[in-house]
């Protein structure tokens, strides 16, 4: 299935009608969506007016509404309760991992990440990077000498020119944080629908964070979001930190685009989904051997 992340930029009512979206506009034909076809609705306009019934639609088929503030910028994701079927032995596994399990799976979505970001840069440079390679072939159980730091310093140096991640006044950085904020919100979606509970996680252990699996999770997916940002900032001018519409656009629907999961080619949206499922099976063998990861499409 084709699932559709819905972006919502300007005044509207969102509603439910005969079981699927309504989406009205002022002086505009009205817009009807397929409820079960979406996976996310993105509302970046303070203008727009949700009923209760879409809300509780929403929770209903797991989709995620993601709201942005005034500069676009995704600050809060509404999630319904767990409603798997068997959230209790599912939380009852997550509790059971042992500290050597979700140390190797910490190991695990490091190497990723790092093999990612190498891969990012081949697609860029048409050169392999040889200082990555060599840096996810030494990450060790729960990262603890943080090769992830490591490989992230020659990372960004190579990735972008002129660029500190700390740069609020840098647009690669909105538009990374867009990026990274839309998937994050998919991935906690696709955690809670499993039964897992979010605020648990394998390295991410922020006592304030209800999102700390989720902030797990992601790492190997952020370097598909950077190539993204890549291509679509590469002839900016870099100042300023506000994103066009088209931008914000073509980040939304990254959830769409081809990479690569167990062999196969699929969406980001069905790998994350694909990556839960895998969780859920080295959760029940306690071993994170049977936890798979996401690549680039080679």
């Not at 252990?205 to 902030?215: G, M, P, S, T, Y």
């Not at 190539?227 to 656009?249: A, H």
């Amino acid at each position: 299935m084709s699932w559709q992340t819905i972006l919502i930029s300007n005044p509207c009512k969102l509603s439910i009608k005969n079981n699927n979206i309504l989406l009205r506009r002022l002086d505009e034909e009205d817009v009807i969506v397929v409820i079960s076809e979406v996976s996310a609705v993105v509302i970046e306009n303070p203008q727009v007016t949700l009923t209760a019934v879409f809300m509780a639609h929403c929770a209903s088929y797991n989709i995620a509404v993601i709201f942005s503030d005034e500069k676009h910028m995704p600050i809060g994701v509404f999630q319904p309760f767990y409603q798997h079927s068997r959230m209790t032995k599912h939380a009852f596994l997550q509790n059971n991992w042992s500290k050597s399990f979700k140390n190797r799976a910490w190991q695990k979505l490091v190497k990723a990440k790092i093999h990612n970001q190498q891969q990012t840069l081949v697609k860029i440079t048409q050169q392999p990077n040889k200082q990555l390679n060599l840096i996810a072939s030494k990450v060790q159980s729960a990262d603890k000498t943080n090769r992830e730091a490591h490989a992230a310093t020659i990372y960004w140096r190579i990735l972008f020119e002129d660029f500190r991640r700390n740069n609020v006044d840098d647009i690669r950085n909105s538009a990374l944080d867009y990026g990274y904020s839309i998937v994050r919100g998919v991935i906690a979606r696709c955690v809670s629908a499993s039964g897992f509970i979010p605020a648990f996680g394998f390295h991410h252990k922020n006592e304030l964070n209800a999102f700390n699996l989720v902030d797990d999770l992601i790492e190997p997916f952020r370097p598909f979001v950077d190539y993204e940002v890549y291509l679509l900032t590469k002839d900016y001018n870099n100042s300023g930190n506000k994103l066009s519409q088209q931008v914000r656009i073509e980040l939304v629907s990254i959830l769409n685009k081809q990479i690569a999961f167990d062999n196969q080619k699929t969406t980001m949206l069905n790998a994350i989904q694909k990556l839960i499922f895998s969780l859920l099976k080295a959760s029940e063998c306690g071993s994170s051997d049977f936890l798979l990861l996401p690549q680039h499409v080679k």
